[in-house]
């Protein structure tokens, strides 16, 4: 098992703020189109943020949006116990 120097630390934490930064500004400067389709949406309750509707979020991207409460947090949602919900849904839905 190798130790991480003070240095690589701090490297690492300089290439994820640096990453941040970049995410946060392709946000603010993305345009993105409306689709006019359907998107299936898991959602997972455990930590959607409070008044926060996720059909209202993202009606100005998208024209029909089909939900599927999760009980789980966001980070939980590929989980294996999370998996035995989403898997049917996904297969019935991919046909």
Same mark, same amino acid.
């Given at each position: 098992?190798?130790?991480?120097?003070?240095?690589?630390?701090?490297? +690492?934490?300089?290439?994820?703020?640096?990453? #941040?930064?970049?995410?946060?500004? +392709? +946000?603010?400067?993305?345009?993105?189109?409306? #689709? !006019? *389709?359907?998107?299936?949406?898991?959602?997972?309750?455990?930590?959607?943020?409070?008044?926060?509707?996720?059909?209202?979020?993202?009606?100005?991207?998208?024209?029909?949006?089909?939900? #599927?409460?999760? !009980?789980?947090?966001?980070? !939980?949602?590929?989980?294996?116990?999370?998996?035995?919900?989403? *898997?049917?849904? +996904?297969?019935?839905?991919? *046909?």
């Amino acid at each position: 098992m190798s130790v991480q120097t003070s240095t690589e630390t701090n490297n +690492l934490f300089r290439i994820i703020e640096q990453n #941040y930064t970049d995410a946060v500004r +392709l +946000l603010t400067t993305a345009h993105t189109l409306p #689709y !006019d *389709g359907k998107v299936t949406l898991f959602v997972a309750q455990k930590t959607l943020p409070e008044g926060l509707t996720p059909k209202t979020a993202w009606a100005p991207w998208v024209q029909h949006v089909d939900l #599927y409460p999760q !009980d789980c947090t966001h980070v !939980d949602i590929i989980s294996p116990k999370s998996f035995t919900a989403i *898997g049917p849904v +996904l297969r019935q839905i991919l *046909g």
